[in-house]
């Protein structure tokens, strides 16, 4: 796994602080911000996100519905819409990082209860375990 990965995986399983994921985003050049979202988009498709987890996402990333990117999860089809966010102009990428992150919280913690519940060896799933 990647530094990347490891933290996005992290900050998405509540092992760092939200704020410290924020800081670290916004650091980023413009191009690095955007492989991060899609990064982020390409892990919760793998969690298997849903439409339905538009609404918590949306609250828990403390973004306002009307924003872009959470008027695009909330009209799927999710793996449509979540390929164009990466897109989105620079002034909707921390948006965007805030919404995905909790999208994929939110699938990845649904998938470790369903498939992953007897213990797995997704290296992501045993983070806090090494």
Not at 39 to 68: C, H, N
Not at 90 to 119: H, N, P, Q, V, W
Request: with cysteine.
């Amino acid at each position: 796994m990647s530094k990347r990965s490891i933290i996005l995986n992290e900050l998405s399983q509540g092992l760092r602080p939200l704020q410290e994921g924020i800081d670290w985003f916004k650091t980023l050049p413009l191009d690095e911000q955007r492989d991060v979202v899609r990064e982020l988009s390409s892990y919760a498709l793998q969690a298997r996100a849903a439409t339905e987890d538009a609404a918590e996402s949306i609250a828990r990333a403390g973004v306002k519905p009307t924003a872009t990117p959470a008027v695009l999860i909330s009209r799927g089809p999710i793996r449509e819409k979540l390929a164009k966010i990466g897109n989105l102009p620079e002034a909707e990428m921390e948006k965007s990082f805030r919404i995905l992150l909790a999208l994929l919280s939110i699938s990845d913690a649904r998938r470790r209860e369903l498939d992953c519940a007897d213990g797995c060896t997704h290296p992501w799933h045993n983070l806090g375990n090494h």
